[in-house]
């Protein structure tokens, strides 16, 4: 299993979920954040805000995911955001304590 963390601007959140959920991924969770860049001039104590897409996926889907989080979030302009891909050793459902890969 993979963890996507895909950090988008606010104005593409929706089309992005929109296109994860048409890949066949089922759960996704959001959160507003704020950041700057490596490349982006210091700026004390102001950050862009954007909005972070979390989905964990079977191996098989990683590429139709990035695929589709690229195809809908990309405008070729900077400040488009970044995607993060992780290993996911194990899972716990809290309600039926299931492990291992499950409904994701």
Known sequence: MKKIEAIV???VKDAVIAAIK???????TTHQVQ????QDPPLV???F???MIICVVDDPKLDDVLNAITNVACTGTKGDGKVFVTNIDDALDLCTKKR???DI
Do not use: I, R
Not at 22 to 28: A, E, L, M, Q, S
Not at 35 to 38: F, H, K, L, W
């Open 9 to 11: 601007q606010p104005a």
């Open 22 to 28: 048409k890949v066949g991924v089922g759960g996704v």
């Open 35 to 38: 950041g700057q860049g490596a």
């Open 45 to 47: 104590g102001q950050y």
């Open 49 to 51: 805000s954007k909005d």
């Open 100 to 102: 291992g890969t499950m």
